[in-house]
């Protein structure tokens, strides 16, 4: 059994059904119930973490996928098993999908000016910035469970993201029409992402 875990629906509606992979939602900043969620159905063979992420690096375009090959939150670098990473790119590069590979950095906060992708890109060398995988891979490493991230870049390195306080939408409707293209892009990235990775890793014939 494989876990997959993302932080909203949009994130994982592309995802098909695949025998041997079960699909949480997770909510930010809260480690017990995401324990729970994902422990549920016994203790799986691999955790996934997926979902969108703010692009850094600025050769990465909405809908690009990262493969973490390290997940750095609050100082912390998770390392992503070097075996797990070969199978996956394998598993991904036979259905014509080549993800990036590189560091991804976990915050707090929604990172979404060009200024702040800048100066975290400068700083951490991450191809990507997200809000989850970075507890979710401290708990797998402390758990001795298995662990990947993949992220699809929802708004690039050089876009500001423009819906990120209340009241947004409204104000900027042309933004919301894009930033929901944007989704949909990113999202269809994911599923066939994933898909492919469920296929490998849990056995199913999807």
């Given amino acids: 059994m494989i876990v997959v875990a993302a932080c909203f629906r949009i994130e994982t509606a592309w995802i098909p ?8 939602r997770v909510r930010i900043g809260a480690p017990s119930g995401f324990a729970r969620a994902i422990t549920a159905g016994g203790r799986p063979d691999l955790l996934i973490s997926t979902g969108f992420c703010g692009g850094l690096d600025p050769r990465l375009g909405t809908g690009d996928l990262i493969l973490a090959t390290e997940v750095i939150h609050h100082g912390r670098a998770i390392a992503i098993a070097p075996e797990l990473l070969t199978r996956a790119r394998a598993a991904l590069a036979r259905e014509g999908i080549h993800p990036a590979p590189g560091r991804l950095v976990t915050a707090a906060r929604v990172i979404g000016k060009k200024a702040e992708k800048e100066r975290l890109h400068n700083e951490t060398e991450a191809l990507g910035v997200e809000m989850e995988a970075g507890r979710l891979a401290e708990w797998a490493d402390d758990n001795g469970l298995p662990f990947l ?22 104000r ?18 994911i599923g066939r992402g994933i898909g492919t990775l469920a296929r490998e890793f849990a056995g199913g014939e999807g």
């Fill in 149 to 170: 991230a993949v992220k699809s870049v929802l708004d690039p390195a050089g876009v500001e993201l423009p819906l990120s306080k209340p009241g947004d939408v409204l």
């Fill in 17 to 24: 059904k695949i025998p041997g992979t079960r699909v949480v």
């Fill in 172 to 189: 900027h409707p042309i933004a919301a029409i894009s930033a929901g293209f944007a989704a949909i892009r990113a999202g269809r990235a």
